[in-house]
């Protein structure tokens, strides 16, 4: 199998702090892992490319400072939300690439959803 | 830049019914592309995945087509059942530079089977 989990799953915050979203592949190992958010009836939209001891890479638009990315190893990212706003408030998803054969399939997390009041 | 556009929007039939979701995307340089369903606020289930030298793929009541030169996937449901209702994404993946590649979804198909 390959499971990806995200923690947490919901959380809510007070504008002007920081949350930190974790992503795991719990039984593979995943070099690279992406991140996704969706807003409300919206598709999902790519934020960043996660590589696994390296610098991410962001999307156009997507501020690096604000939505800070670390992949510290093969089976872990997180995303940490910093000075949070209310327009940050949207569904968060992470996915975690794994190799089959020459191949790449992407295994999607839960999903987090956060709200900054 | 890669544009994917789902077709129908919504859908709501009878269950039972053999269904056809439509997918077209404006970049034909893919390596493959995947099927995903989402239950509202949940996060995605990766359905089926189609090399860009296949034509189609299977899996239980699911069958998926892939035109690559023309930029069309087709996803076919068989007999549907209300356990089929969700929001049907397709995702074509661009060519890896080596690696893997971030996904780029269409708004999806927002299925609901009647019981």
């Known amino acids: 199998g390959a499971v990806v989990s995200q923690h947490p799953s919901w959380v809510i915050c007070k504008s002007g702090t920081s949350v930190k979203i974790e992503c795991r592949s719990l039984d593979f190992q995943a070099t690279t892992m992406f991140w996704y958010r969706q807003f409300p009836k919206q598709s999902l939209m790519l934020m960043a490319t996660s590589n696994e001891g390296s610098k991410a890479t962001y999307e156009q638009g997507v501020e690096k400072d604000k939505f800070l990315i670390n992949h510290a190893s093969l089976t872990l990212s997180t995303l940490t939300v910093t000075s949070a706003h209310p327009e940050d408030s949207s569904f968060y998803i992470c996915?975690?690439?794994?190799?089959?054969?020459?191949?790449?399939?992407?295994?999607f997390g839960p999903g987090t959803r956060l709200t900054v009041t | 830049k890669q544009e994917v556009t789902q077709i129908p929007a919504a859908l709501s039939v009878p269950e039972g019914e053999n269904l056809v979701l439509n997918c077209s995307f404006t970049d034909s340089a893919i390596y493959n592309l995947q099927w995903f369903r989402q239950d509202p606020g949940k996060g995605l289930t990766s359905l089926l995945l189609i090399q860009s030298s296949q034509r189609e793929q299977t899996s239980g009541r699911l069958n998926a087509s892939l035109d690559k030169s023309s930029g069309r996937s087709t996803l076919y449901i068989a007999a549907s059942q209300p356990g089929d209702s969700a929001t049907y994404l397709c995702?074509?993946?661009?060519?890896?530079?080596?690696?893997?590649?971030?996904?780029?979804f269409g708004k999806g198909t927002h299925l609901i089977i009647q019981p």
């Open positions: 995702a074509p993946a661009g060519q890896p530079g080596g690696g893997a590649d971030g996904l780029t």
């Open positions: 996915s975690a690439s794994k190799r089959e054969y020459v191949q790449y399939e992407q295994y």
